[in-house]
């Protein structure tokens, strides 16, 4: 299945091999996306990359992203710092089912140290394909830029 949503992905050293797995199914299931790092193993900041992530989707609304640390707190973290972003700590296909659902995510976050690649892609897919359910959920998606 391909898709016309703009996909956006960053990782740091710890989420490197998932997120090289995750872009070799992507190609292979014919998605387009722009991967914005890291590209080895080297230790690095995951914020470095959760950012130029989050500016992507600034830049484009409609645009998700897929974000991966070791445990993918710390991406969750950094990348729910920005306004228009929900960003969902996923670690199983139904939890990325859900946080479309019922919280219109539009980040996926995964633990690269604590997630098969089965699931993290099984995840994906549900994260992309579902749509958000709105309803009733959408009056508590507005409550979350209030204070």
């Known amino acids: 299945m391909n898709s016309n949503i703009p996909l ?13 797995y995750l872009c070799a ?7 387009s996306f722009q991967d914005f790092g890291t590209f080895d193993l080297d230790s690095v900041d995951y914020p470095d990359f959760v950012h130029p992530v989050m500016e992507a989707i ?18 969750c973290m950094t990348a729910n ?14 939890i990325a089912k859900l946080s479309r659902q ?3 995510s539009n980040v996926l976050c995964l633990p690269g140290r604590f997630i098969s690649t089965q699931d ?20 508590r998606i507005q409550k ?3 204070k």
């Open 144 to 146: 979350m830029n209030t």
């Open 102 to 104: 019922h919280n219109d």
């Open 58 to 75: 600034r830049n484009s609304p409609n645009g998700r992203g897929i974000l991966i640390c070791g445990s993918g707190q710390g991406v």
């Open 120 to 139: 993290a892609w099984d995840s994906f897919l549900n994260f992309i394909q579902t749509p958000f359910e709105g309803g009733r959920h959408l009056n």
């Open 81 to 94: 710092k920005y306004p228009f972003i929900r960003a969902a700590l996923v670690w199983n296909p139904e």
């Open 25 to 31: 199914q992507l190609k292979n299931a014919g998605y």
């Open 8 to 20: 956006f992905l960053g990782s740091d050293h710890a989420g490197f091999p998932l997120k090289e």
